[in-house]
């Protein structure tokens, strides 16, 4: 037989006994990017080694939950990306106006930065009333931070500048409400948002969507559990509906290419096809 | 994996790229896997740029892409570009390196993690010290590494402090680390 190296043993034991114990499966995540994670929060716990952390997430629930919020949170911003917003305005919008009512769920929404972006995004083209977003994360803490629809003030300018960048033409900060150190989202832009729990990994479809938003998710997940949640997301996708993945991502390597076609190769946007399976 | 050459570059890095791969001979057998600290937004103009100067193909990384030998590939901007044991890319959007993303430590760092058989990681041009603990998991895993002649960089924090930590073979002016990765890249031709 061949043998295996410690630390790669050590790893698959800690994934194993995080599924058995808390639920939660890393096991088909993306091995180099999810070692830096890991190892990361060995540094910030001062522990040596996979045993050591095995051991202490599963007597203590507290470093757990520490763990789960290190190995889920991405940072991102409103209108991160500001281009891919431009060219979902140029190429998707104008199909979306056609249809009397839409359905959208950003999956993997984190802090709900982009899920707001959009909600602006449809405002300003007169479709938010006739729209409802669903955005979903497996991380609870994220979600009510997303529910809160709360930032902090210091973050204003970024998302401003992106948002020009976007060839937004508004007054930004006419969005939010401001108090003390805080910027909260106009509530006009929250009442057609609702954020529920989902786990891409383990969890099942997610109603009949126009639209899907999954960026800088899948990077995360290996080859095997990219088709699967592509497959999810197929299957969540009403006909002819829309892909939106992160820049750095692609559908070509994965078994659905054959049932989408590419709207924005730049900015990946993805069309499904009427060959696709419902 | 047999060989593979992992080049990282910051401040000045568009020309060193430049002389570096339009010297590069045509049939070298190995993946070259570069970051060059870039923007978010900046697209694929570089990747596409160096493609039309080398003889070899150069293309921008993207997720779950496969490493093949004789091709380049580009680290995108706002991504860390990782190498899987399985030989295809993975990106991530963690957190900055060296106030860096894409960060030459997470690529030195992953490659060195995976062990192929030989590696080469080359430092070039660069006003901060990424790319240093990189250069030391490679060595450490037995690779060798290279610094550009700070002398000749445009910018020589970056390969000086390389150098600084005891890390670096050679220490080489650009034609000459050209010539070295195709000397280099000679000993996986046969059996290929």
Redesign the interface.
């Known amino acids: 037989m061949s043998l295996e190296s410690t630390e790669s043993v050590e790893l698959d034991l800690l994934l194993e006994s995080i599924l058995r114990v808390y639920g939660y499966d890393f096991r088909h995540y993306?091995?180099?990017?999810l070692?830096?994670?890991i190892k990361?929060f060995l540094e910030k716990k001062c522990v040596r080694n996979y045993s050591e952390l095995q051991a202490i997430l599963l007597h203590d629930r507290e470093s757990f939950s520490q763990f789960l919020l290190e190995m889920s949170i991405?940072?991102t911003d409103m209108f991160r990306?500001?281009?891919f917003y431009q060219s979902f305005r140029q190429l998707v919008v104008p199909v979306l106006k056609t249809y009397p009512y839409l359905k959208i769920w950003h999956a993997g929404c984190a802090t709900g930065e982009e899920v707001y972006s959009l909600a602006i995004l449809l405002h300003e083209e007169g479709m938010l009333e006739r729209s409802t977003i669903y955005g979903t994360d497996f991380n609870a803490t994220a979600l009510s931070k997303a529910k809160s629809a709360i930032y902090g003030i210091d973050r204003l300018s970024n998302f401003a500048s992106n948002y020009l960048?976007f060839g937004g033409e508004a007054n930004f900060s006419d969005y939010f409400i401001t108090k003390y150190q805080s910027a909260k989202v106009q509530n006009f832009l929250t009442k057609n948002v609702t954020f529920a729990s989902h786990n891409l990994v383990t969890d099942n479809v997610f109603g009949e969507m126009n639209v899907i938003f999954c960026r800088?998710v899948?990077?995360?997940f290996?080859?095997e559990l990219?088709n699967r949640v592509l497959d999810l997301f197929c299957d969540s996708l009403c006909q002819l509906g829309y892909l939106c993945l992160?820049?750095?991502?692609?559908i070509?390597?994965?078994t659905q290419s054959r049932n989408f076609e590419t709207v924005s190769k730049?900015y990946k946007i993805y069309r499904k096809t009427s060959m696709g399976s419902s | 994996m047999h060989g593979i050459v992992v080049i990282g570059v910051s401040a000045g890095g568009l020309r060193a790229l430049e002389m570096i791969c339009s010297a590069l001979e045509p049939d070298l057998r190995i993946p070259i896997l570069i970051v060059q600290h870039t923007s978010?937004?900046s697209?694929?103009y570089m990747a596409e740029h160096l493609d039309e100067l080398a003889k070899l193909s150069v293309v921008m990384?993207?997720?779950?892409?496969?490493v093949d030998p004789g091709v380049i590939y580009i680290a995108?901007g706002?991504?860390?570009m990782?190498?899987?044991?399985d030989e295809?890319i993975?990106?991530?959007?963690?957190?900055r390196v060296c106030y860096a993303r894409p960060s030459i430590d997470?690529l030195f760092?992953?490659v060195a993690?995976?062990l192929p058989e030989s590696m080469l990681g080359i430092v070039l041009t660069g006003a901060n010290s990424d790319g240093t603990n990189g250069a030391r998991a490679i060595k450490a895993v037995g690779g060798r590494i290279v610094a550009q002649d700070p002398a000749t960089a445009d910018s020589a924090v970056m390969p000086l402090s390389v150098i600084e930590a005891g890390l670096a073979d050679e220490v080489l002016a650009l034609p000459e680390i050209a010539q070295l990765i195709n000397q280099y890249a000679k000993q996986f031709r046969e059996g290929l």
Not at chain 1, 246 to 250: I, L, Q, Y
Not at chain 2, 61 to 66: N, R
């Open positions: 993306a091995r180099s990017s070692k830096r994670r990361s991405t940072v990306d500001p281009l960048q800088n899948l990077i995360y290996n080859a990219q992160g820049a750095g991502e692609t070509n390597y994965s730049e | 978010p937004n697209g694929s990384a993207e997720d779950k892409m496969k995108p706002g991504y860390h990782f190498l899987e044991s295809h993975c990106l991530s959007i963690d957190e997470v760092e992953s993690d995976i």
